[in-house]
C-alpha cells in the first residue's frame, strides 16, 4: 500500500511540475482572497491583526478545494480507469493522492503565510503551535478534500459539486485551525492544545474513512 501510495503521489506532483496549475492558478487565487479582506478591513487596521488567522485559513481552504479538482481532473478525463485498472491498492491511491495535495498545500501555506504576515501586521509568538497546526490541519483538508473528491469525480457537475460537499465538512477545521493558530499569533491568551486535539481527531478519522472507502467510492466513481 505504501509503495502504491509513493507512485501516485510521484505521479501527481511530475504533473503539477510540468503544469504548474499551483503556481499559476491556486496560489494567486489564495493571494487574491488574502487581498480582498485587506482592502474590506482596510479602515479598521487595528482589527485586521485579531482576523488574520481566520481569514488565511480560509484563503487555504478555498485554495484546498481548487487543488483537490486539478488532482482528480487529471483522472476524470478517462472516467477514472486509469486508476481502476492500474491495479494499485485503493488505500495506497488514496494516500498518495493526499498527500500531493497535501505537499502543494504545505507550500500554499508557506507563502500565504508570509503575505499574511505582511497585509496583516502579525507576528509569530508560538512557531512550534503554528508548526503543528499547519501539518494537522493540512493532513485533514488533503484527507477529506480527497474523499470528497473521488465522490465528486464521476459526475458531469464535479466542479460545483466538491465545493458544496466539501466544504461543510471542512468548517471544523478551519474553526481549530483559526483558533489554534490565534493561540500562536499571540492574539488570545487561550492555549491551542484543545484546538490541536480537534484537528488531529479530524485529521485520523479522515485518513481512516479514506484507507477503508477510497477504494470502494472509486470503483462506484
Known amino acids: 500500500m505504501f509503495r502504491d501510495a509513493v507512485l501516485v503521489a510521484a505521479k501527481d506532483l511530475r504533473i503539477e511540475a510540468r503544469s504548474r496549475v499551483a503556481a499559476s492558478q491556486v496560489l494567486p487565487f489564495g493571494f487574491l482572497v488574502l487581498i480582498v479582506f485587506a482592502f474590506a478591513l482596510d479602515a479598521d487596521r487595528t482589527g485586521l491583526a485579531g482576523v488574520a488567522a481566520g481569514l488565511f485559513w480560509?484563503?487555504?481552504?478555498?485554495?484546498?478545494?481548487?487543488?483537490?479538482?486539478?488532482?482528480?481532473?487529471?483522472?476524470?478525463g478517462g472516467g477514472g480507469d486509469a486508476l481502476r485498472l492500474s491495479g494499485l491498492d485503493g488505500g495506497g491511491i488514496f494516500l498518495g493522492k493526499a498527500a500531493a495535495i497535501a505537499v502543494q498545500l504545505l507550500a500554499l501555506e508557506a507563502v500565504l503565510?508570509?503575505?499574511?504576515?505582511?497585509?496583516?501586521?502579525?507576528?509569530?509568538?508560538?512557531?512550534?503551535?503554528?508548526?503543528?497546526t499547519g501539518l494537522l490541519a493540512t493532513t485533514g483538508i488533503a484527507a477529506a478534500g480527497t474523499v470528497y473528491g473521488v465522490l465528486a469525480m464521476g459526475h458531469r457537475v464535479r466542479d460545483t459539486l466538491l465545493p458544496l460537499l466539501a466544504l461543510p465538512v471542512l468548517a471544523p477545521v478551519?474553526?481549530?485551525?483559526?483558533?489554534?493558530?490565534?493561540?500562536?499569533?499571540?492574539?488570545?491568551?487561550?492555549?491551542?492544545?484543545?484546538?490541536?486535539?480537534?484537528?488531529?481527531?479530524?485529521a485520523a478519522v479522515y485518513l481512516a474513512v479514506g484507507l477503508v472507502a477510497f477504494g470502494p467510492l472509486l470503483e462506484e466513481a
Open 113 to 132: 503565510g508570509l503575505a499574511t504576515v505582511v497585509l496583516y501586521g502579525v507576528d509569530v509568538r508560538a512557531a512550534g503551535v503554528l508548526l503543528a
Open 174 to 202: 478551519v474553526l481549530a485551525a483559526a483558533r489554534s493558530t490565534e493561540a500562536a499569533l499571540g492574539v488570545t491568551t487561550a492555549g491551542g492544545g484543545p484546538w490541536l486535539r480537534l484537528l488531529a481527531v479530524f
Open 58 to 76: 480560509v484563503a487555504v481552504v478555498f485554495s484546498a478545494v481548487l487543488a483537490v479538482q486539478r488532482s482528480f481532473a487529471v483522472e476524470a
